[in-house]
């Protein structure tokens, strides 16, 4: 890693993190606020990883706006076959292939 890259990417993870609700503070305390801090960076470690481990090629670097129109907004409904409950997508979003693909990985 560069220098000039270092400085980038820590850019990129705060334009993320506000995207994800830390540009503003909802509650009235200073704790409150203390703990949605706490829950916005969780759920900026949960989106990076799910990005880093369930998709592949371009997906895994959308943006948090871009993944949650395409991939979290997605319509479906969850459906049993085989005794097994399993995500049903609808066929004709654009990219219900690479959520398929990223609920069926392999167990490892």
């Known amino acids: 890693m560069t220098r000039?890259?270092?400085?980038?990417?820590?850019?990129?993870?705060i334009r993320a993190a506000k995207h994800t609700g830390l540009r503003n503070l909802p509650l009235h305390g200073c704790a409150q606020n203390q703990i949605w801090c706490d829950i916005v960076a969780l759920a900026c470690e949960l989106r990076a990883w799910t990005q880093m481990l369930a998709f592949d090629g371009p997906a895994r670097r959308w943006e948090p706006k871009r993944l949650q129109l395409r991939i979290f907004a997605a319509a479906g409904r969850i459906v049993r076959g085989g005794r097994r409950p399993r995500p049903r997508i609808a066929g004709h979003w654009p990219w219900a292939?690479?959520?398929?693909?990223?609920?069926?990985?392999?167990q490892a």
């Open 97 to 106: 292939s690479q959520i398929t693909a990223a609920i069926t990985l392999p």
């Open 4 to 13: 000039g890259r270092a400085p980038s990417r820590c850019e990129d993870r």
